[in-house]
């Protein structure tokens, strides 16, 4: 027997100063982890949003709600299905030619659509809140016509709006914040007279409600 045996029979607790127990370091990672989700929450639900989106503003800031209280036909009047049954949607300059020869009032934004794009026989390139991608098919003349729908059951009250909102473009893809909704969560919502955002599962629920069907895939996407 050595002499550390020997000693160590007298003291069972000799060395043990040299290796202390481990203790369970299980918490420690579990608080990481913890710490990695909640963050990785904040980064995805909240700021990774905020840094997808550029603001753009449209070339005229637009008063819906002048107009609608000088036309005849409301949302028709610009927004109007043509002979062949396509939608005009954003109107061209023709449209707005016979009213606005001259300047009318004293609002900045009248003088500059008036002197920048109808003297000068200029189409306004308006930034475009529902532009679909290319895969994608939307029938107004079924929904408006077929179904009876109203335009603000889509749209809301955009008609009464005295400004255009602030477009925000994907960085990514280059489309409206308005296709995909104002956010990923649902929590945000645009202001009043803002529109509504729209979103492909809003079209299936309403698909769903009105037609007991969801709708084929094929119907919207070529």
């Given at each position: 027997?050595?002499?550390?045996?020997?000693?160590?029979?007298?003291?069972?607790?000799?060395?043990?100063?040299?290796?202390?127990?481990?203790?369970?370091?299980?918490?420690?990672?579990?608080?990481?982890?913890?710490?990695?989700l909640?963050?990785?929450?904040?980064?995805?639900?909240?700021l990774f949003?905020?840094?997808?989106?550029?603001?753009?503003?449209?070339?005229?800031?637009?008063?819906?709600?002048?107009?609608?209280?000088?036309?005849?036909d409301?949302?028709?009047?610009?927004?109007?299905?043509?002979?062949?049954?396509?939608?005009?949607?954003?109107?061209?300059?023709?449209?707005?030619?016979?009213?606005?020869?001259?300047?009318?009032?004293?609002?900045?934004?009248?003088?500059?659509?008036?002197?920048?794009?109808?003297?000068?026989?200029?189409?306004?390139?308006?930034?475009?809140?529902?532009?679909q991608?290319?895969?994608?098919?939307?029938?107004?003349?079924?929904?408006?016509?077929?179904?009876?729908?109203?335009?603000?059951?889509?749209?809301?009250?955009?008609?009464?709006?005295?400004?255009?909102?602030?477009?925000?473009?994907?960085?990514?893809?280059?489309?409206?914040?308005?296709?995909?909704?104002?956010?990923?969560?649902?929590?945000?919502?645009?202001?009043?007279?803002?529109?509504?955002?729209?979103?492909?599962?809003?079209?299936?629920?309403?698909?769903?409600?009105?037609?007991?069907?969801?709708?084929?895939?094929?119907?919207?996407?070529?």
């Open positions: 027997m050595s002499i550390s045996d020997l000693e160590h029979a007298v003291d069972p607790n000799l060395g043990a100063a040299d290796h202390p127990p481990q203790k369970s370091s299980g918490w420690v990672v579990f608080f990481c982890f913890m710490i990695g909640v963050g990785s929450l904040i980064v995805g639900w909240f949003p905020q840094w997808l989106y550029s603001e753009k503003h449209q070339p005229i800031d637009f008063n819906h709600s002048i107009h609608m209280d000088n036309v005849s409301g949302c028709n009047s610009c927004h109007f299905f043509r002979e062949d049954g396509t939608f005009s949607g954003i109107p061209d300059l023709s449209a707005c030619t016979d009213c606005h020869q001259d300047v009318i009032g004293s609002d900045p934004e009248e003088e500059k659509f008036v002197t920048e794009y109808v003297a000068q026989d200029k189409e306004v390139q308006w930034l475009s809140y529902f532009r991608p290319d895969c994608v098919f939307f029938s107004h003349a079924a929904h408006v016509t077929g179904a009876g729908m109203s335009c603000e059951s889509c749209h809301g009250d955009i008609g009464y709006s005295t400004h255009s909102k602030v477009y925000q473009e994907n960085i990514i893809s280059g489309y409206s914040r308005d296709i995909w909704g104002y956010s990923i969560s649902r929590f945000g919502k645009p202001g009043e007279h803002d529109g509504k955002p729209m979103k492909m599962n809003d079209c299936a629920k309403c698909h769903l409600e009105e037609t007991g069907s969801k709708g084929a895939c094929f119907q919207c996407h070529k």
